[in-house]
């Protein structure tokens, strides 16, 4: 994938001098030393990829392991440079706004200065006994532990050897023996395999009323159940928090192949699909949905310019839990900021996601859900950016163009991903709402 090799790319490049990447610190007469200090950094921050076996996210793979002294020694003045810069470890919000995230795995800047002043200092190994136990880590060959049921496509997609860039829909129904009873979902987990798919989502149908489990008889509205893009990464929902999927559900994927066009290049692919549930004896109260504020086909980015704005909001039209946000645009996107404006005439900014990257589509996740009173206008601002500059970073872009919406990479979309949970007055109180 373009994507990977690029991520190669950037691993093997020798940094330039450390002095341009960033600025120098001051020398002290405590060394900081790999396994007494940056160590155990590589560890709660990096290691989860960098390492042999480690998993492949989305097609990306990190392509060197960090775990011992002569594995990391090599790359000191790449990885110096990458984390100065923020481009390691992935993570494109804000320091300010990442706090009270769940899956923040930003480094704070004592770390990066830690890792500076090491290698600025003689990247030394220090004293092996001043080493952390090494970090254990139980491989399934699924990133959420093994499913409690996995679904494969029925019949394969056959991708022809001609086909450059095909977007097709596939449908199929959940079997009684697959999904016997409703089951709460918890997270759920996809694998392309192949390496040609570029992004995939799957939205789940409800049954018809009274047919398959629907027990209340009411008509259920299709819901989003996630997917993966380049760097995306499942994610499990905060406790109590679930989709529910009904006996006879039908899964639709929107699936994106990408690739060069040749003799040989053809594939037949099925997608597979784990999902975790909650036991029966847990209780759910929470039943999730994810909106777009976005925009479609009402905005132009004009040929070479370098910061257009695009915005978009929306009203929550009653009490409701917020649990996380997930920007999505394409090569030209630069940042998205999430605004809530309150019923009061307060203002609150929710998340800045300053460094986005289309590279990385990260979901950024709360630690703790949080209340929105009915009325609150969620407003997402976004920057664009088509210069002649962004041309040189991604050769695939035409910068001499105006764009607008549309499916493919090359074209750019703006969506704000919210995902929330709408919530009576009685369950609001729980939170902390008033009357």
Known sequence: MIQLARLVALAATVAAPASAAMPAVAETSAAPTFHRDVLPILQSHC??????????????????????????????????????AREMPPWGATHETSVGLANDRSLAPEQIETIVRWVDQGAKAGDPADAPPPREFQDTGWLIGEPDLVITMPEPVIVGDEVADWQPYVSFTLTPEQLPEPRWIKVAEY????????????????????????????????????GIATGSEPREYPPGFGRLLRPGSTIVLSLHYNKEPGPGTGIANQVTMGLKFYEPDEEVRYELKQTRIGRFFDFEIPPGHPDWKIGASMEIPQWALLTSFSPHMHYRGKDMKYRAFYPD????????????????QIAYILEEPKLLPPGTRIEVEAHMDNSEERGRRFPEIDTTRPVQWGLLSTDE????????SPIDEDEAKRWGGSD
């Open 47 to 84: 290691q989860e990829c960098h390492r042999a076996g480690g998993p492949e996210i989305s097609g990306m793979k990190a392509p060197m392991s960090l775990v011992e002294y002569g594995e990391v020694r090599p790359w000191a003045r790449s990885i110096r440079r990458v984390v100065g």
């Open 191 to 226: 694998k392309p395999n192949c390496d040609i798919i570029h992004h995939l989502t799957a939205t789940i149908v409800p049954p018809p009323p009274d047919e398959n489990g629907n027990e209340d008889g009411n008509e259920r509205e299709p819901f989003f159940l996630g």
């Open 345 to 360: 005439g307060t203002s609150e900014l929710l998340i800045d996601v300053a460094r986005y990257s289309f590279e990385w």
């Open 413 to 420: 979309m703006m969506h704000g991903f919210v995902t929330w």
